[in-house]
């Protein structure tokens, strides 16, 4: 589909030409009306000049040679002629016709006529007529006549002088044209870097920034941007109540379970079913809120206060069991991921690492050329190279992904594949045992609001 | 010790209770969180434990007010939201520890023990009191080597001075940690457990301060 700059751009253009076509057609119409009346009227004056000269030569016809002294008469073809005859049949030209000579108009009018015809060498002319009877009773056709050549070229000479006006006219309309669609845009142009910065601000646009043709779309548009963000927190809201009433059921069974094993009963089985019900709904529930989340919230939040939050739990933690973490972050890092979404990763990672580290965990944050990255190194046994890809896997099988041993890494993987962002498991080579990084992408990353 | 349960679901609250009972804790339950705000507010409890998705206010609102009020009972959160935020945000809002349903039950009683030994300044779940040694993990009393039967009544008043050793204990105070919400609360019974308590564990370990109350030496 054409974009609306193309269309204005056609429009423009086809409106400009159409114009600048008429507007063209209408003035040299024009300039040859005024060339021909020109031509016409210096016609008649030659005419008027040959039948004043005519009223005192009717006895001696030839001396009109010399009364008509302009050199075109004089010269053969020169495209300028006048010629006389009487009712005898005598005519008398000009030299320029030399043995030629020109047609009378039909029904040869005793009143002055112009008309159009052929002269010597098919030459085409524009003539004067008219039949006179003068004093002394002699009657007399009086014929002058031009070469339309010189009308032409007349003609032509004007329409080529004013051919670039026109061209810088038709010119103008087409940048005139895409001034106007840049002006027209202008407030498209604000309402995308709004919407853009509206994640940013978490706020509504504005309606009254608007021109009173866009504003009915920005108050759609915030709508649906709120119909959105209900969606969103409808979908976490269920999926917190389905985990609860889930959640508590299964933990009343368990206690049941523990009773009756201690009781001397066989629980096992049951016991091991209900780990993998509990598995089950953790991973579904992880899976929904991923799938439900990035394309609905666009969310910005500040990935080094989360890393704070996250330190304060994580250090009590690891300090209780004797262990170390370590931050080293970046001021001022934010990304476009929802703040419970990315702490959700960091959570499950840290946690990883804190259980299966010997003594130490480090998590450094910083930008980097292609965005932001988020490393959490430890000292434990790390997971060897030809085992990754299952870590990793996204919907692995979950009787593998039993608390500890894998699904913290499989939310974490699913929760950023939702942003676009990715986990690479490697070896640390600071501290020995398995290295984390979280790769988010630019796009993914965001800047303050200010900026 | 006196424990507040703010929770829901009726059936883990009696497993809850059943377990703490069992370790000679005292347990008040409460279904909502206008109930737990009122009670956790106005009852002087060792620890609470607070569900987070209670009806009526939710437990990190609840939590919020205690804490703003000046409150500084030990909190454990018990929830099914087992979301890093929302055990951050839990902390955050004065919880001392935060547990994820569904849970084990031998892990909760843990994490209440340490709760209520860091409370009273205990590192040790075994306490000994010179020839007494009671094992605060499961409730076994012992008197030189000699495993005694106590009631719920004496082990709770029995663990109560001994998470107070070397400090004076009134008997309001005692029969304030000792008896449930509902319970009926003479005073004038703490001097039948005491006794009791002195003839199963001998004379010397509880002293009275005339007019005063009871205490357990330091040394």
Known sequence: MLSLRQRALLGGTASGALSVGVGTLAVFSFINARVSDRFDT?????HTQLVVGLSVTTHDPDALRDLMFDPAYGTPYSGRYWQVSNSEGEIFTSASLFDGVIAEPPGTP???????????ENEALRGAYQKITYEDGTVWGVSVAESQAQLVAERHTAQQSLLPVFALVGLIGVVGSLLLTSIILTPLRKLRSDVAHRWD??????????????????????????????????????????AHALKTPTAIMRNELLLLSEAGGSTETAVEALDRIDAQLGRSLAR???????????????????????????????????????????????VRMDAQDIEEVLGNLLDNAVKWCKSKVRLTAGRTRNGIEVVIDDDGPGIPQDAHREALRSGGRLDTSVSGSGL??????????????????????SLGGLECRIVIPKGTNAHPASG | MRVLLAEDEPHLCEQIKKLLNAEGRVVDIVNSGLEALHLGATEPYDMIILDIGLPERDGISVLREWRSAGIKTPVLILTARDGWSERVDGLDAGADDYMTKPFHMPELAARVRAILRR?????????????????????????????????????????????????????????????????????????????????KLGPDLITTIRGRGYMIDSA
């Not at chain 1, 210096?42 to 030659?46: C, G, I, Q, T, W």
């Not at chain 1, 005793?110 to 010597?120: A, E, Q």
């Not at chain 1, 609905?296 to 933690?317: C, N």
């Not at chain 2, 300044?121 to 007494?132: I, S």
Request: hydrophobic share 35%.
């Open chain 1, 42 to 46: 210096a016609l008649l004056d030659r």
């Open chain 1, 110 to 120: 005793d009143v002055t006529t112009l008309w159009n015809t052929r002269g010597p």
């Open chain 1, 201 to 242: 601000r978490d706020e509504d646009l504005k309606p009254g920034d608007y021109p009173e043709e866009v504003s009915p779309l920005v108050e759609d548009l915030n709508q649906l941007l709120r119909r959105n963000r209900e969606i969103v927190s409808g979908s976490r809201r269920q999926a917190a109540d389905l």
């Open chain 1, 288 to 334: 929904m809120r991923a799938l439900n989340t990035a394309d609905l919230t666009h969310s910005r939040t500040d990935l080094s206060h989360s890393i704070d939050r996250l330190a304060r739990l994580f250090t009590t933690m690891a300090e209780r069991e004797g262990k170390s973490l370590e931050i080293e972050r970046d001021p001022g890092l934010w």
């Open chain 1, 408 to 429: 913290g890494l499989a939310i974490a993987v699913d929760l950023l594949k939702a942003y676009d962002s990715r986990l690479d498991l490697g070896a640390s080579n």
């Open chain 2, 119 to 199: 409370q009273s300044g205990q590192l040790n779940p075994v306490v000994e009191m010179g020839n007494v040694v009671l094992d605060t993990r499961n409730g076994r009393v012992t008197a030189d080597g000699v495993p005694i039967d106590l009631t719920a009544q004496e082990l709770a008043v029995l663990t109560y001075l001994a998470h107070n050793v070397g400090r004076m204990i009134s008997r309001t105070e005692l029969s304030e940690h000792i008896y449930e919400y509902d319970g009926d609360r003479d005073s004038n019974t703490i001097a039948v457990f005491i006794t009791r308590l002195r003839k």
